[in-house]
């Protein structure tokens, strides 16, 4: 689903956040970035959404080359690409509805369908009472749950999460995990990027640990036949076309 | 269908707001075009009048000697060398004469003893009844005065110039005023849609970054001009479509100065009109769109 091969990353003037990471992920799976601040987990997370484009190797996406792709072409990735960004990238004059609505806007959906899964997703999410609350009004949680809820809201192939729990208390941070936990068991693919230890202590899933933007360790992953370690709600995702 | 829905749903979120900007480019693309039209309907009518003036026009070309008729073919060959025209007449010394003495009608005994011959022979040359032909009567009238035999031509000299000096005159203006035309609606659309695009830049990127393909987020931007432009050209013309009735009344009636006949643009030049005003806006929309989201 994600093949990177030998990618590196320079920022002028001599900045190596990324140094010859080779690095696959299968269809379906979980795969836990972990390292300190610095280590090169968001670059690798904004390389894979083409958010960057690597100074040298090759990133291939859901089959696609993400270096070659044309500029009127990236709508293509991005729509099989969710990603929870750390700054959140909310429209803070814009409602929590709105902001989560924009990711289906863009592939036509419903306004129906647009306003049910938003409600759905606020409910999962415990920001029901936030629907029409302007986002720039909300805590660094509540903005983190939200741009998690845009993440998600089209059922993308894949979701990229980047900290999505660095402001989130314990039941919250459970909530988002089994968000994640159910998407997973819908088939996508997810990378999370932490550096919460709590998080991966006892997955299945797989961690690789990044240093100076250098693979230094990879945790092989479990078998992931057993239940989540985090418990999702009843009825998490229905049916809708998403 | 939904992708108009959305944009149309856009637009108009854009539009409202700024609405002020967006109030003032529609103030000034109606202005100019209000400035324009006007400007190009005097011209379209003055053009009219000069046709039905045409009707009396042309040269007389006074001849030492009555040509005999291989010399009035060879000037018929020369004059029509050099300009096309609607038609040559030939007018010996005698028929010049009768002509005369019928003009003269009662007073036609003043002539009693006259000789038949006295007054010269002539060809008098109709040109062709279009503005370019009355532009080119005083090269045309130096060229007939060029004719081995030609004493003297003569035509409606004084009006011919002072029209023609008019019809240059608004030549002048309505390019002017079009120039007008397409810098303000160009560059204050382009302006306006900078603005909107500099608002909404957070959600520009954000749109991007989900997924939104180059047509759903520039399309709301060439609408937006487009209905600036569309909406800009309606209001001029309306105003201009006011301002003649306003003129048409006041002198109308039976004891006002007769006006030459004055018309209204006809349908497909109001079109070409709110066309071409859509479509200078849609250029300067893309224009911004393009260089701030560089596509």
């Not at chain 1, 959906?109 to 936030?130: A, G, N, Q, V, W």
């Not at chain 2, 849609?193 to 759903?216: K, M, P, S």
């Amino acid at each position: 689903m994600i093949d990177l091969i030998k990618v590196s990353k320079a920022y002028p003037p001599d900045v190596q956040a990324i140094a010859d990471v080779s690095l696959t992920v299968t269809r379906g799976e979980i795969v836990f970035l972990t390292g300190m601040s610095g280590a090169g987990k968001t670059t690798l997370l904004r390389l894979i959404s083409r958010m960057e484009k690597p100074t040298k190797g090759m990133v291939d996406v859901a089959g696609m080359d993400v270096i070659k792709l044309p500029q009127s072409s990236i709508h293509l990735l991005r729509r099989k690409v969710g990603m929870a960004y750390q700054d959140f990238k909310l429209l803070p004059e814009r409602t929590v509805a709105d902001n989560i609505a924009i990711a289906m806007e863009v592939v036509y959906r419903p306004r129906s369908f647009i306003e049910k899964r938003t409600r759905e997703l606020l409910e999962l999410l415990d920001l029901t009472r936030k629907y029409n609350t302007r986002a720039g009004e909300l805590s660094r949680g509540e903005q983190q749950r939200v741009s998690i809820a845009r993440a998600v809201a089209n059922g993308p192939e894949i979701v990229l999460a980047d900290e999505p729990t660095g402001n989130l208390d314990a039941e919250t941070t459970a909530r988002v995990m089994a968000l994640f936990e159910q998407l997973h068991r819908k088939g996508a693919t997810l990378i999370i990027a932490t550096h919460d230890r709590s998080l991966f202590e006892d997955t299945p899933h797989r961690v690789i640990e990044l240093r100076f933007g250098r693979v230094l360790s990879r945790s092989e992953a479990g078998k992931d036949d057993g239940p989540a370690p985090f418990e999702a709600p009843p009825a998490l995702f229905e049916e809708t076309g998403a | 269908m939904r992708f108009w829905i959305v944009v149309l749903r856009h637009t108009c979120r854009n539009m409202l707001h700024t609405w002020k900007s967006q109030g003032m480019t529609l103030f000034t693309v109606s202005l100019s075009v209000l400035i324009f039209s006007f400007f190009y309907l005097v011209y379209v009518n003055a053009l009219h009048v000069g046709e039905r003036l045409g009707d009396d026009l042309r040269l007389v070309v006074y001849l030492d000697e009555e040509p005999a008729p291989p010399l009035q073919e060879e000037y018929r060959h020369k004059i029509l060398k050099f300009d096309q025209v609607d038609r040559i007449e030939f007018i010996g010394r005698e028929q010049a004469y009768k002509r005369f003495e019928r003009i003269l009608g009662e007073n036609s005994d003043v002539l009693t003893g006259v000789p038949t011959d006295f007054l010269p022979a002539s060809i008098e040359v109709y040109p062709v009844r279009t503005l370019d032909s009355l532009s080119r009567i005083k090269r045309f009238s130096d060229y007939l005065q060029t004719l081995p035999g030609v004493l003297k031509v003569q035509y409606g000299k004084e009006w011919i110039e002072r029209f023609y000096a008019f019809i240059q005159l608004m030549r002048v203006i309505i390019l002017l005023s079009g120039s007008l035309l397409i810098m303000t609606t160009t560059f204050m659309v382009a302006h306006t849609i900078r603005l909107t695009l500099f608002a909404r830049q957070q959600e520009l990127e954000l749109l991007r970054l989900v997924g939104a393909t180059d047509n759903y987020i520039r399309m709301p931007f060439l609408l937006e001009g487009a209905l600036q432009g569309g909406i800009g050209a309606c209001c001029g013309l309306g105003a201009l479509l006011l301002l003649y009735n306003w003129i048409t009344l006041q002198f109308a009636g039976p004891a006002a100065i007769p006006l030459p006949a004055f018309a209204f643009f006809q349908w497909p030049v109001i079109a070409a009109i709110i066309g071409l005003a859509t479509l200078l806006c849609v250029a300067g929309s893309f224009s911004a769109i393009r260089r701030f989201l560089h596509f």
